[in-house]
T-cell receptor
Framework: SQTIHQWPATLVQPVGSPLSLECTVE??????LYWYRQAAGRGLQLLFY??????ISSEVPQNLSASRPQDRQFILSSKKLLLSDSGFYLC?????????????FGSGTRLTVV | AQSVTQLDSHVSVSEGTPVLLRCNYSSSYSPSLFWYVQHPNKGLQLLLKYTSAATLVKGINGFEAEFKKSETSFHLTKPSAHMSDAAEYFCVVSDRANDYKLSFGAGTTVTVRA
C-alpha cells in the first residue's frame, strides 16, 4: 500500500532563517506531488505541484521554493522566512494527471515563524 | 474556472441528530467532487468522492453525498452525528480545465453538542 511521510510535525523558526520541509511517498512510482498551505482560519492554498523529477510548477508568487530531487521526494524550502510564512503545510500525492481520484495527504507540518 | 462554495462556515448539531453540510460547485466540464475531513492539527482524510458514476455516493463513517447536476450541488449528510464528527470539512472540485488539480472550498467547521 502507498504511504506518505511528512516531517517535521512542528517547527518554530525565527524570521530570516532558512526552511526545509520534506515529503516522501512509498509504494508507488511517478506520483504527482503537491505542497499546500493552510493559514489560520483559511482554506487550503496550492503552492507547488510536480508531475516528475525536476518539474515544478508554482501556483503563487512567494518567498518559498520547491524541488523534486527524486521521484518520490518533494522538498519545500525558503532562504529567509517571513512572519507571513507561518501556517500548516501539507504535502499530498495523486496517481496521475488524468481523471482525478483524489489526493492522499500527509499529516502536515505546523510552522510558526517568530 | 472551477470553484467551490461551502455555504456554511460553521455548523453546530446535537449528538444523534442529522448533519447537513452544503456545497455548490462551478465547473465547465464533467467535474470530480470530493469531501475531505480534517481534525485539529491533522492532515486531510478523504470521506468520499464522485467521479461520474452513481450520483449518490457513500463514504466512510456513515457519511454520504448526492451529486445534483441541475442544482450544481454536492451536499454532505450523515443521519446521526457522533462526537467524533467534530472537525473541519472541505468540499473539493476537480476538472480538466485546471489540469485536474483540486480546488478547495473555504471549509465548514462542525461542532457536536453532547
Amino acid at each position: 500500500s502507498q504511504t506518505i511521510h511528512q516531517w517535521p510535525a512542528t517547527l518554530v523558526q525565527p524570521v530570516g532563517s532558512p526552511l526545509s520541509l520534506e515529503c516522501t511517498v512509498e509504494g508507488t512510482s511517478n506520483p504527482n506531488l503537491y505542497w499546500y498551505r493552510q493559514a489560520a482560519g483559511r482554506g487550503l492554498q496550492l503552492l507547488f505541484y510536480s508531475v516528475g523529477i525536476g518539474q515544478i510548477s508554482s501556483e503563487v508568487p512567494q518567498n518559498l521554493s520547491a524541488s523534486r530531487p527524486q521521484d518520490r521526494q518533494f522538498i519545500l524550502s525558503s532562504k529567509k522566512l517571513l512572519l507571513s510564512d507561518s501556517g500548516f503545510y501539507l504535502c499530498a500525492w495523486s496517481r496521475n494527471r488524468g481523471r482525478n481520484y483524489g489526493y492522499t495527504f500527509g499529516s502536515g507540518t505546523r510552522l510558526t515563524v517568530v | 474556472a472551477q470553484s467551490v462554495t461551502q455555504l456554511d462556515s460553521h455548523v453546530s448539531v446535537s449528538e444523534g441528530t442529522p448533519v447537513l453540510l452544503r456545497c455548490n460547485y462551478s465547473s465547465s466540464y464533467s467535474p470530480s467532487l470530493f469531501w475531505y475531513v480534517q481534525h485539529p492539527n491533522k492532515g486531510l482524510q478523504l470521506l468520499l468522492k464522485y467521479t461520474s458514476a452513481a450520483t449518490l455516493v457513500k463514504g466512510i463513517n456513515g457519511f454520504e453525498a448526492e451529486f445534483k447536476k441541475s442544482e450544481t450541488s454536492f451536499h454532505l449528510t450523515k443521519p446521526s452525528a457522533h462526537m467524533s464528527d467534530a472537525a473541519e470539512y472541505f468540499c473539493v472540485v476537480s476538472d480538466r480545465a485546471n489540469d485536474y488539480k483540486l480546488s478547495f472550498g473555504a471549509g465548514t467547521t462542525v461542532t457536536v453538542r453532547a
